[in-house]
């Protein structure tokens, strides 16, 4: 009986403490779990936390501080690294362009134009041929990918591969950078500014860290593989100071020719007989410098070029003095455009002809006149300018374009980079209300004039913009058909516009809000408005010119002006 009792308490105590230890292991694991919950600061962070994807089959990219997301990723072929050219123009070299359509990558500088064909070991640096070690190359998926070894020409980056994790590292040298060094190991690199976020890794003493931002406590860092978070600061040390590598800085030649500020005019020409009208439209002239004869113009949409250029003319413009900047249309044509400018072979037939011509006729500038272009091919029209401008340099010719107004519906013009390519960017500072406006009105008012100068300048250097003119001013009538006021115009010259109000008997006031003379007569039921461009309204706006130190003016156009325009022009840029 005693030694069946003895059984039973034994029992009775195995299962209390059995119960107990199971009740102690759930009262610790949940202490632990609460514990884990206020201080996970001891466990180490995935890598899906810091690089998405990064279990998955693609080499993923890290430029300085940030991991990237891509639309197409690095591959690696024969232990070599191609990198995606649309990774390559948005984040290393905008200066590159793919044409899919006809597999060419293009590269401009200021100097040269670099163009290679896909699977190719042939390239062009300015039609002349030269050989690659390895060729660029198309996928199936008509992504295009540049070998990395290539492409240390044409960009300054230093480009680690990490092969561990599969990444490539990438920094700008131009940028400033930030080093240091760890004081002491083994110190833990957080995902987040507190000590109690996880870590990424525990970093050794002496391993060196990129240092990008700051704040009272935490500096956030890369490592040399690739990893990004965050450290203490008083666990950095040695902390250097990188100035970063400046680019080669090529000042605006000044342009031959003249002193002062550049005075040019636009002479209409509409057929090759029309450019012996050019004696009689400088009788009287004095200051100007560079006629700018309408003489070319894309002709279709294969890219071919008219030519309504008179070598004579040249001649005599040079024994004159005057140089010859000749203009370069686009027959104000969006379908042409786009059909010439999206095709790389397109624009270098165009290219070509503008380098015959300007040879032949020994022209000193070609003057880019391209309007109505449409937004989706704005980015076609930047790539000409750049593809056009080195070659037109090298054959020593000024290079200029002719620019509306700043406004959200031309921002596709991108005068910030056209600005950096070219000479010259002339506002048309004209066109407030033009022929098609649904209301009468100035066609270069004080304040519309201001606003393009000083919003242009946001984008372009003073020394490149030149102010536009208007020497013509528009008629407008106003009549009321079926209760509605329609509005029609006509332009007129300045002499002629003046004639019309004196002949109706208008009173001419002068209106100190648009800064110009305006006079309105009826005939009938019909009211006649204009607001006159003469040698006043002239003076203004080129006091504009002379207020934020711009680089220049040019009329439109020569024939319309009047006489006493020149030596308002001849004071204020020739002084």
Known sequence: ?????????????????????????????KGF?????????????????????????YTYVVFEDQPLALLHY????????????????????????????????????TQDVVRMKSNELDYFINDKPLKLNMPIIRMEDSSAYIPLDLLGKFCDYEVKYNDELDLLVIDDVKRDSMYGSIRKGKVKLRITTSENSNYIKKLAEGEKVKIYEENEKWYKVRTEEGYIGFLQKNSIEDITNIVGKQEEWLPHPPVPGYEGKVNIAWHQVTNVSANSGLINALEGVTGLDVLSPTWFALSDSEGNVSNIADVSYVNWAHDQGYQVWALFSNSFS??????????????????????????IYELDGINIDFESIAKEDGIFYV???????????????????????????????????????????????????????K???????????????????????????????????????????DSEVVVSSKAYSMNRAYEILVENKAIIEWNEEVGQY???????????????????SIEEKVKLAKEYELAGVSGWKLGLEKDEVWQVLKDYLKE
């Open 1 to 29: 009986m005693n030694t069946m009792k003895k059984i039973a308490i034994i029992v009775f105590r195995v299962v209390i403490i059995s119960i107990f230890i199971i009740l102690l292991t759930i009262v610790l694991f």
């Open 334 to 359: 969006s379908t042409i455009t786009h059909d010439v400018l999206s095709s790389t072979e397109k624009r270098e037939k165009v290219i070509k002809q503008i380098l015959a011509l300007s040879a």
């Open 439 to 481: 209301e009468s009105g100035s066609v270069a008012s004080i304040g519309f004039v201001k606003k393009g100068i000083s919003d242009t300048l946001k984008e372009v250097p003073k020394e490149k913009v030149i102010l536009g003119l208007p020497y013509y001013t528009r008629l407008w009538k106003e009549e009321l058909i």
């Open 518 to 536: 305006y006079g309105e007569y009826d005939i009938g039921e019909v009211t006649y408005k204009i607001w006159l461009e003469e040698e006043r």
């Open 74 to 109: 690095p591959v690696i072929l024969e232990d070599k690294i191609y990198l995606p050219i649309d990774f390559v123009i948005e984040y290393l070299n905008p200066n590159f362009y793919w044409d899919e359509k006809e597999s060419t990558l293009t590269y401009t500088t």
């Open 33 to 57: 779990v609460k514990l884990k919950e206020l201080f996970p600061g001891y466990e180490k962070a995935h890598a899906s936390q810091f690089f998405e994807g990064i279990d998955e089959d």
């Open 383 to 437: 790539q000409f300018i750049k593809e056009l401008t080195p070659y037109l340099k090298k054959q020593g010719l000024i290079v200029s374009v002719d620019m509306y107004v700043p406004s959200a519906w031309t921002a596709h013009y991108d005068r910030t980079q056209v600005g950096s390519i070219v000479d010259y960017l002339i506002i048309m500072g004209y066109d407030e209300h033009w022929s098609g406006s």
